[in-house]
């Protein structure tokens, strides 16, 4: 892509937007901007990519994500749907966990039930390679040493290889982890506590004499130990929580005495571990995800602990909301635009906090995590409802007679999926159609009163069509034109509550913009105006 490093002049460079940190938010970010030609440097203090699992589950809404990036299949192939999980109790009962959540089983509008198990550097792998594809790469041995802003932009200095550069940038995103340099310079507070009594031995170790197949937990009265096998690796995740006075040295010898003891298994074999860390519980989230020109994303904004893995997925997840809102005001979309970012994305890290930290505390209880995996964790409730980019007339009295309000769609919300779809092309699902990160209008006045093709439809008044936006018109026969969809199956009209007026607008990070079941074009034209 032309421009995505920026430009160099003789005093620095000059970019739209500096991103610094290229883990999986940074790179997801990078992403975001690359595939709407938005200039951008993302840079990396570390000199290569980073060894370790560190996180490894990937939650059902961030594979929805994945997909609209084109690259789900690529991460799916080196990871494992829905693995089992063996918990076994110091009596030697095994609680078995891990499958399907029953209430995802078999749901048209949900495309992904459960989480995927792979290392996070395979996550981070498969980013840089779409990156590269976009035109984009990842500045490794760069480090940010400092920056100003002004009601123009951001002048940030960064180090490479004992030189230094001046980038001037129009806005600077934190994607660097809990150490943040970009927050600290910012002077926003990162609010929360430090659990110095809670610590987790964390290790990319092979080993001999444990199969692979499942997920193994030991409880145990001095706390948990745990092997999880890595898919497409030869190596397990291996867990052990420390307890104060517990000996938390990383070393081949402490790990092993540790799972014998906790086990109760001499026969497992640890080898010289690749990676390890001491992690500590240090919980917290910021009082604001904005300073002026500056924004922090992922981890440089909230810290969780692993119980739930929800960290790496609602990092991911910011960096999708802000992506396409920072693209759009490139291109002259209003600055009010970016505030709906933390005022979206804050009170969802708020809630991913409260639900990891009670994982945590049932762990700690029951010297063993949770071997259940259940829609609170898969992202798939997250949604903006009350945002001020939510906008729907679904409180009228004829939409509460007409459908069942408590199920009802309302805008804010994740844009469910929907199989069963005939276009011109051949079968689709809605998320083929809508993948690739642009504004998509459902028309399911296109019908006709007649149900015959070709009609005119109430979106045919939003003209000129907006640049990206792309109208999908759900017509009663058989699809004549590109945009055409017969929704053979019946499971559109279901997923969206939809009656034969109805237009809903896609936002690009794949949730409900507005929903009119009066078929209201000057409430999508207004929408539309909103963000540029």
Known sequence: MAGATGTTGTTGTSTAVLIVGAGPTGLTLACELARRGVPFRLIEASGGPQPGSRGKGIQPRTLELLDDLGIVDRVIAHGLMAMPMRSTAPDGRVTLGGGEPESLRDRPDVPYTTSLITPEWRIEEALRVRLAELGGEVEFGTALTGFEQSQDGVSAVVAKGGETETVTARRLVGCDGGHSVVRKQAGI???????????MIVADVALDGLDRDAWHMWRH?????????????????????????????????????????????????????????????????????????????????????????????????????????????????????????????????????????????????????????????????????????????????????????????????RAPDATGLTTAAGGRRLFDLTRGGRFTLLDFGATGAAGATGTASAADAVAPPPSGLRTLRVVGGQPAGPDDVADTGGHLAAAYGAGDRTLVLIRPDGYVGLISDAGDVSAVREWLTAVG
Not at 189 to 199: D, I
Not at 353 to 375: F, I
Request: proline share 4%; aromatic share 4%.
């Open 221 to 413: 009265e001095e706390g948990l130990v745990g092997l999880c096998p890595l898919p497409s690796t030869d190596v397990f995740q291996y867990q052990a929580l420390i307890a104060p006075g517990q000996d938390p040295e990383l070393s081949l010898a402490n790990m092993q005495a540790i799972l014998e003891r906790r086990s109760g298994r001499t026969g497992i074999r640890l080898r010289e571990p690749e990676w390890s860390s001491l992690w500590r519980a240090n919980i917290r989230l910021v009082d604001r995800y904005r300073e002026g020109r500056v924004f922090l994303a992922g981890d440089a904004a909230h810290i969780h602990s692993p119980a739930g893995g929800q960290g790496m997925n609602t990092g991911m997840q910011d960096a999708h909301n802000l992506g396409w809102k920072l693209a759009a005001v490139e291109q002259g979309a209003p600055r009010a635009l970016l505030d709906t970012y933390e005022a979206e994305r804050r009170p969802i890290a708020a809630g991913v906090l409260a639900l990891s930290n009670e994982r945590l505390r049932r762990t700690l209880e029951q010297n063993g995590m949770s071997v259940q995996r259940d829609a609170s964790t898969t992202q798939l409730g997250v949604g903006y409802r009350g945002s001020a980019l939510a906008r729907d007339d679904r409180d009228s009295r004829d939409a509460r007679d007409a459908r069942d309000e408590a199920g009802l769609l309302r805008a804010g919300d």
């Open 189 to 199: 507070a990162f609010e929360g506590e430090t659990r110095e009594e809670v610590r």
